[in-house]
């Protein structure tokens, strides 16, 4: 019998591969999205079929993660081998904008997630995807054991969520697991979140659709990869035999400069000519450098980053550039407005 999983967040960037990959391996998997007047389902239309037909092995419930009764009543009904929370208000930036609703979903979300499977008596694994931004100011490379500083309330709220997760663990034995995710990316990533909106400003300029992007600190330093391979992390640690806790990265710090400029050079371009500052995308406090240490995922997990940051860059940008060209959808066909955020997340 194939094994079931349970997916919030499944139309985010993780969301979507995470569901290509569980069906891949033969789920059924449930997902859960917000009731809202405008769809936002374009990362899984590919994967979606009609619940009614037969075979049909992805399905998409409404709920919202401050409604504990609605998670509750999905879980009784799905009864999940695997629960993947991946779902947050989860745009650091936002979240000074945001802190009581960035604690109210991506802390509170996961307590009243992790009670729900309690109070059911649930056997499932639960996946809780937590942030390199609880390391905020720790000293490099983070692992592990480095000490937590977020600087953020996004931060402090992921920080909230991991120890809920780590207490469920250890007070109620639940198979619960904590990823720490270092910044990864993909072409999927929200146009708002620094690197796609390098990327696809690259791909605009370029066709002579824009002039200019507007960014913030540039001088910041990032671990990131490339997102597929992070969530066969994540399926990973679900299949281990003992819950634990394991960082996933590069283990490669660069910068947004150094993103620039690789994504600009990769169509032949000077950045510096392109990109002005705007001080609306500061953070009041600023993590200035985050890169992780995986060894422990390598060892215990066997996972390892494939796909490193130049690399990746460049796959971003081709895609960008091919989604322009082919006339693209009309979130991609938007100019790229100096309001959108655009803090590293």
């Given at each position: 019998?194939?094994?079931?999983?349970?997916?919030?967040?499944?139309?985010?960037?993780?969301?979507?591969?995470?569901?290509?990959?569980?069906?891949?391996?033969?789920?059924?998997?449930?997902?859960?999205?917000?009731?809202?007047?405008?769809?936002?389902?374009?990362?899984?239309?590919?994967?979606?079929?009609?619940?009614?037909?037969?075979?049909?092995?992805?399905?998409?419930?409404?709920?919202?993660?401050?409604?504990?009764?609605?998670?509750?009543?999905?879980?009784?009904?799905?009864?999940?081998?695997?629960?993947?929370?991946?779902?947050?208000?989860?745009?650091?930036?936002?979240?000074?904008?945001?802190?009581?609703?960035?604690?109210?979903?991506?802390?509170?979300?996961?307590?009243?997630?992790?009670?729900?499977?309690?109070?059911?008596?649930?056997?499932?694994?639960?996946?809780?995807?937590?942030?390199?931004?609880?390391?905020?100011?720790?000293?490099?490379?983070?692992?592990?054991?480095?000490?937590?500083?977020?600087?953020?309330?996004?931060?402090?709220?992921?920080?909230?969520?991991?120890?809920?997760?780590?207490?469920?663990?250890?007070?109620?034995?639940?198979?619960?697991?904590?990823?720490?995710?270092?910044?990864?990316?993909?072409?999927?990533?929200?146009?708002?979140?620094?690197t796609r909106k390098i990327t696809r400003a690259v791909a605009r300029i370029r066709a002579g659709l824009d002039e200019h992007v507007y960014l913030g600190n540039i001088d910041v330093i990032r671990d990131w990869g490339y997102a597929p391979e992070y969530v066969e992390g994540m399926w990973r640690m679900l299949q281990a035999d003992a819950p634990d806790d394991y960082v996933l990265a590069t283990g490669s710090g660069y910068s947004v400069r150094e993103f620039l400029t690789l994504a600009f050079d990769h169509v032949g371009l000077d950045w510096e000519r392109y990109v002005r500052f705007d001080d609306r995308y500061v953070r009041p406090a600023e993590v200035d450098a985050l890169v992780g240490d995986a060894a422990k995922a390598r060892s215990h997990l066997g996972w390892h980053p494939r796909v490193q940051t130049p690399e990746l860059v460049k796959l971003m940008v081709d895609a960008d550039i091919s989604a322009l060209e082919a006339g693209g959808r009309h979130w991609i066909d938007r100019p790229a407005l100096p309001g959108w955020s655009t803090a590293p997340s």
């Amino acid at each position: 019998m194939a094994k079931r999983a349970f997916v919030t967040g499944i139309t985010g960037q993780d969301g979507s591969y995470l569901a290509e990959f569980l069906l891949g391996k033969g789920y059924e998997v449930h997902g859960i999205i917000r009731r809202a007047s405008t769809f936002n389902t374009h990362r899984i239309e590919h994967l979606y079929v009609d619940p009614h037909v037969s075979g049909a092995r992805m399905f998409l419930h409404y709920g919202d993660l401050v409604d504990g009764a609605r998670l509750a009543s999905l879980l009784s009904t799905i009864r999940p081998d695997e629960v993947y929370h991946l779902a947050a208000q989860s745009h650091v930036r936002v979240s000074f904008d945001e802190p009581e609703y960035t604690a109210e979903t991506t802390a509170l979300g996961t307590l009243k997630l992790l009670e729900a499977i309690r109070r059911l008596g649930l056997s499932c694994r639960f996946y809780q995807a937590s942030s390199s931004e609880m390391f905020g100011a720790s000293r490099l490379p983070q692992n592990e054991i480095s000490p937590f500083h977020p600087r953020s309330p996004y931060g402090s709220a992921k920080a909230f969520a991991y120890w809920t997760a780590c207490n469920y663990r250890e007070a109620y034995g639940q198979f619960a697991v904590n990823g720490i995710l270092f910044n990864h990316e993909s072409p999927r990533r929200g146009e708002t979140f620094v690197t796609r909106k390098i990327t696809r400003a690259v791909a605009r300029i370029r066709a002579g659709l824009d002039e200019h992007v507007y960014l913030g600190n540039i001088d910041v330093i990032r671990d990131w990869g490339y997102a597929p391979e992070y969530v066969e992390g994540m399926w990973r640690m679900l299949q281990a035999d003992a819950p634990d806790d394991y960082v996933l990265a590069t283990g490669s710090g660069y910068s947004v400069r150094e993103f620039l400029t690789l994504a600009f050079d990769h169509v032949g371009l000077d950045w510096e000519r392109y990109v002005r500052f705007d001080d609306r995308y500061v953070r009041p406090a600023e993590v200035d450098a985050l890169v992780g240490d995986a060894a422990k995922a390598r060892s215990h997990l066997g996972w390892h980053p494939r796909v490193q940051t130049p690399e990746l860059v460049k796959l971003m940008v081709d895609a960008d550039i091919s989604a322009l060209e082919a006339g693209g959808r009309h979130w991609i066909d938007r100019p790229a407005l100096p309001g959108w955020s655009t803090a590293p997340s």
